[in-house]
């Protein structure tokens, strides 16, 4: 089945450090990946999308790149800020018979400290 | 912009007793996706609906049912509640068209 697997966290940050959330996936056919933010006591937001291999996401400084070779869609941020502070999920849409519903990692939650 | 609306935000409810949770999808969406989040868990897919008629079932429990109605938005009825069902419940909605499902602000169910 369909299954995404996120870097181990918390990561702890400065503010304007490099970010680098790893994301590995494995699905039947050609998913769309997602990544999404969840803030403290709110839903989900989705951040940025890509539905084909070597489409680029981006959003709010955020990036990830779809890379089928390496089944990888790594979220990266050049410069990190205190509001960034947040559980970011990796996810998939696997199409097909699936109608769309999304699997998603286990979360890796943010913390940049000023 | 319109988004996914759910209520209520919060419920407290007993073992055994029943919950029912309603989401209003954003307007012109024609499919509703519910999904269970347990404390430090990432959300699990429960079960979906498409123009009205359950269109694919995850890992929804016996005692859990659903349904979406004609103005398209949908309930999960929960019964018999055990302590594990306390979670927080996210609907989503979507047009078929486009990829991406935007969520509700949840709902936090505390089974005592």
């Known amino acids: 089945g369909d299954s995404v697997t996120q870097m181990e966290g918390p990561v702890t940050l400065s503010e304007e450090a490099f970010l680098t ?21 709110e839903g989900l937001q989705l951040l940025l999308k890509a539905t084909k291999a070597d489409d680029k ?21 050049g410069s990190v800020q205190v509001s960034d502070s947040a559980v970011y999920f990796c996810a998939l849409n696997s199409g097909g018979t699936s109608y769309g519903k999304l699997t998603f990692g286990q979360g890796t939650i943010l913390t940049v400290h000023p | ?40 868990q990432d959300p699990q897919f429960l079960i979906s609906f498409y123009e009205k008629m359950q269109s694919d079932k995850g890992s929804i429990p016996d005692r859990f049912s ?47």
């Open chain 1, 21 to 41: 959330i790893n994301c590995t996936y494995t699905a039947t056919g050609y998913p769309s990946l997602f990544w999404y933010v969840q803030y403290p006591g």
């Open chain 1, 57 to 77: 996401g981006s959003n709010k400084g955020f990036e990830a790149t779809y890379r089928k070779e390496t089944t990888s869609f790594h979220l990266e941020k």
């Open chain 2, 1 to 40: 912009a319109a988004g996914v609306i759910q209520s209520p935000r919060h419920l407290i409810k007993e073992k055994r007793e029943t919950a029912t949770l309603k989401c209003y999808p954003i307007p012109r969406h024609d499919t509703v996706y519910w999904y269970q989040q347990g404390p430090g």
């Open chain 2, 66 to 112: 659903a349904q979406q109605f004609s103005d398209y938005h949908s309930e999960l009825n929960m019964s018999s509640l055990e302590l594990g069902d306390s979670a927080l419940y996210f609907c989503a909605s979507r047009r078929t068209e486009i990829y991406e499902q935007y969520f509700g602000p949840g709902t936090r169910l505390t089974v005592t």
